[in-house]
């Protein structure tokens, strides 16, 4: 799992929040969405979401997907990818993460925007609910050669 087994991540932090204004991006961003699901759901902290029945962590992700994408699409972002996860080839071989998922955006601008919405932020619950842990990395397209280029400039 995590480094520290007992630390979880679900949510960003304001610090974490102002490192990525600060990176100052241009552009489109792509999130990387590494998530593990609870094997039940916990609605606890959102029991107005909650169905009648206990459902599965994956379930309770398949509404947050559902309540999730028509914000997502009118903020003009999409997701390109969502797959089934497993152990890594290549990383520790006693951590696991149930689906990786890509969502693209057209600028952090837009990304905050959606993340900060009211009507979206009503049915986070569903997502509260369904993950164990998770990670979120913000990604920007980079061609071969331009990584290069990029440390070459922080040590000048």
């Known amino acids: 799992m995590s480094d520290n087994p007992s630390q979880r991540y679900l949510e960003p932090t304001q610090e974490s929040g102002r490192v990525l204004l600060a990176r100052g991006l241009k552009g489109p ?26 459902i599965s962590g994956t379930a309770a ?11 997502l699409q009118a ?39 959606f993340a900060s919405n009211p009507a979206y932020l009503n049915g986070i619950g569903h997502r509260e609910a369904a993950l164990e842990d998770s990670r979120l990395l913000p990604l920007i397209e980079t061609v071969v050669g331009d990584i290069e280029a990029e440390k070459t400039e922080a040590r000048e």
């Open 29 to 54: 961003v792509v999130m990387l969405n590494l998530l593990r699901f609870r094997e039940v759901a916990d609605y606890s902290r959102a029991p107005h979401l909650a169905p009648p029945e206990p």
């Open 61 to 71: 992700y398949e509404r947050y997907i559902e309540h999730t994408l028509p914000f």
């Open 75 to 113: 903020s003009g972002g999409n997701v390109i990818f969502l797959g089934k996860g497993g152990t890594f080839l290549i990383g520790p071989t006693e951590e696991r993460w149930d689906a990786a998922m890509l969502v693209r955006q057209r600028s952090v601008g837009d990304f905050m925007a």
